[in-house]
């Protein structure tokens, strides 16, 4: 399979490329993206045979869909998705190629959702949101639910907690040697846009929006202590909804005060119009790298989550699933591995339903996170990386 890696120079790209390279069923990977000195870096130091890199802007549509004719699968992770992500699908199903990406913003979520029976016509498989938030979380949800006979709630959640990376995976190339830094990105932009507007959620069998960084109740995984949590527009309310029947179904963030004081603030001076999203990206950064010099502690067992209430045989139970390991690369790890996954998945036949599919419809959560445990760590499988805890309430 010949795989186009779209913005596979970037955090999330690079990693995703790393993790896609070593699989035997992929011949080949494209690095596509804007900045192609940083393509063309990554390629040379990676060392690999199989990498080649190329120039392209996503908004020039007609030499998007001239490289995508010369692939099978691509692999989006060009960012912002509130402006790439239906602009990519859309390609996609002109080229009737099969597309897998990291869309973490509801609205394009929603806009690519609408493209299902074009890309059914098209004959192809398009899953957006497979990464870490939506991704893994939307896995572990269709995980933990499979055990209730009733699902009332799913929290999924994200946020500063406890974990243990994984060691490099072969080709590899570090930030460092790359002269990466983390002045700005799509991410903190990302973050930066789902915290100035009103954003979904899913209450008591219906859609309400409300406000972004609204604080939710407290977050308690069983066996650990509260801590606040708030409200993110993430698309897991959208979409799981959509598989499990649930009364309600949360996305939520949990850091420490000071962080999430900061983030408040310069999320008020973007909607005052006293800063661009830019700049507000690039002062954040530089605030909360000040921040994390003395980290707040968060008592919490990891930093990807899923607490799920309901009834099984005739009790109320709550249960909590967490990945206690992620693969290396912090956040890039725990996004990018997810995405080459559902690519080697779509290469190697694994997944074969057509359309425009979200991560828990179309993923075996097992298989997938026997995978993902690969990852982790050398013989590591699901036992040791997911942490259960089950109570009745």
Known sequence: MRVLALGGAGDMGRTAVTTLVNSPAIKSITVADYNIALAEKFVGLSESGKLAAVKIDATDKSALLDLMAGHDIVMSTIGPYYKFGPLITGACIEAKKSCVDICDDWKPMMDVLEMDEAAKKSGITIIPGIGASPGISNLLAAYAAADFDEVDEIVTAWGNGKYVSGPPQLHHVSKKILGVTDDQNAAIMHLLHESTATIPTYKNGEFVHIDALTEASPLRFPGFKEIPAYHIGHPEPLTIPRSIKANTVSNVMYYGKPFMELLTKIA?????????????????????????????????????????????????????????????????????????IAAMMLATGRIDKKGVITPEAAIDPAYFLESYASYCGEGLEVKDVLLKKTENI
Do not use: R, W
């Open 268 to 340: 008020g001076q973007i909607k005052k119009g006293e800063l661009s999203i830019e700049k507000a990206a690039f002062k954040f950064n530089t605030e909360a790298m000040k921040l994390a010099v003395v980290p707040e502690t968060v008592e919490f067992p990891a930093p990807i989550c899923v607490i799920v209430t309901g009834v099984k045989d005739g009790m109320k139970m709550k249960t909590g699933l967490a990945l206690t390991h992620i693969p290396y690369g912090h956040m890039a790890g725990s996004t990018g591995v997810p995405l080459a």
